[in-house]
């Protein structure tokens, strides 16, 4: 029996527990996911900011050093540790971006991720600060990811260790945030139907959505759960995951794949595992996308285009995350330490060989930002 079996029967007979699994229903009524920065934590972000910009560090350069966070520091090793060893996500609350152009509150964001994590890029253009808002694209073009629209958007997981969401302008109505524990879906699956746990670790086909460079497969064969070293860990995409089965090198569904999506979607959407949430100006949602699938509803946008829905996104490699099988990647470049996983590997960037850099997209040799549009932001 193979390690990679013997460690998913660990879990196959009994329930997942610890403080990564939990209901929606019981924390809707609790703030103890919710970090309030203090006005003296505040000032301290701002002097961070204006120290870097009174050195005019290109965006990109800025690193933990270039930062300075003396007492948000402690907050924020606190915070990764609730991300990788607690329930999953955390909600900073009311960061006030109002107060700065639309520079300053990118490179604000981009110094808190480096006290949080690498950035890692987006997408294939090697974007590592992206832009969320409508650019009226539809996700009828296998091409275009969920991000770039208006539409809502089903319980998913992101290509990197942590999501981290900045709210900066919300939609006139809707794009309401749904998160759920991996864990409870897991247990909910066991439950109903104990005879597809199983079948989340096998290997499932998840399409790259045009993102894979020239002769590289357009899909990722990877599987939808393990369970290593003592922690469950999910990726679960059920649109890619479908789109994929364009590809002639992909097997067909299975009935019983259906039936396993369809009890991973009904279990994530019912009332009592998930937790819903508004992201107001200023609120950073931080994500463990092992630990915690997310969602967006359809919304509505003004029509003045500064008013229109902006979020800034980064993806995140955590210093210290969980140690996860090479195979849990798929094609994707992976390194042991966990310093390079994660993220979508850049068309127009390589490693440098004999540098250390075993792949991922953690050390770009880059400047990209992605713009409102998806467009470069330089």
């Known amino acids: 029996m193979s390690a990679v079996h013997t460690n998913a029967m660990e879990v196959l007979r009994r329930s997942c527990t610890g403080p990564a699994v939990w209901s929606g229903a019981d924390l809707a009524d609790s703030e ?16 961070a900011l204006c120290a870097v910009r009174g050195r005019d560090l290109p965006l990109l350069k800025v690193g933990v050093a270039d930062f300075p966070l003396p007492t948000l520091t402690g907050v924020l090793e606190r915070v990764v540790d609730v991300l990788e060893n607690g329930r999953g996500f955390v909600l900073i609350r009311r960061i006030p971006v109002e107060r700065y152009g639309r520079a300053a509150v990118s490179t604000l964001f981009w110094g808190l991720g480096q006290h949080l994590g690498v950035p890692v890029s987006q997408n294939a253009a090697g974007h590592m600060l992206g832009h969320v808002r409508d650019t009226g694209r539809t996700l009828a073009d296998p091409s275009t990811r969920g991000y770039q629209t208006r539409q809502a958007l ?16 919300p939609p006139r109505a809707g ?8 864990g409870a879906v897991h247990n909910a699956v066991l439950a109903r139907r104990p005879d597809l746990v199983e079948r989340l670790y096998h290997t499932h086909y998840l399409d790259r959505r045009g993102e894979n460079a020239p002769g590289e497969r357009p899909y990722h064969a990877v599987p939808l759960a393990t369970w290593h070293g003592g922690k469950l860990s999910m990726r679960y995409h059920r649109r890619y995951l479908e789109s994929a089965q364009r590809s002639s090198g992909v097997p067909r569904l299975e009935r019983a794949d259906v039936e396993l999506f369809d009890l991973v979607d009904e ?11 508004d992201l107001g100006p200023g609120d ?12 967006r509803t359809r919304y509505e946008d003004f029509a003045e285009p500064e008013r229109k829905r902006h979020l800034l996104r980064l993806w995140l490699t955590l210093r210290q995350g969980r140690d996860l099988p090479a195979h849990f990647w798929g094609d994707l470049p992976h390194a042991g330490d966990g310093s390079g996983r994660g993220g979508v590997t850049p068309r127009d960037v390589a490693s440098i060989p004999g540098s250390g850099d075993t792949g991922g997209s953690c050390r770009l040799h880059t400047t990209h930002l992605s713009g409102p549009d998806g467009t470069d932001d330089e």
């Open 284 to 295: 950073l949602l931080l994500v463990n996308n092992y630990a915690v699938l997310h969602s």
């Open 175 to 182: 794009a309401r945030m749904s998160l759920v524990s991996a």
């Open 32 to 47: 103890e996911w919710v970090v309030r920065l203090s006005p003296g934590q505040i000032e301290e972000l701002e002097s």
């Open 154 to 169: 089903p319980f998913h997981t992101d290509g990197s260790d942590v999501l981290g969401l900045l709210c900066l302008t």
């Open 267 to 277: 279990a994530a959407h019912s009332p009592r595992h998930r937790l819903d949430l």
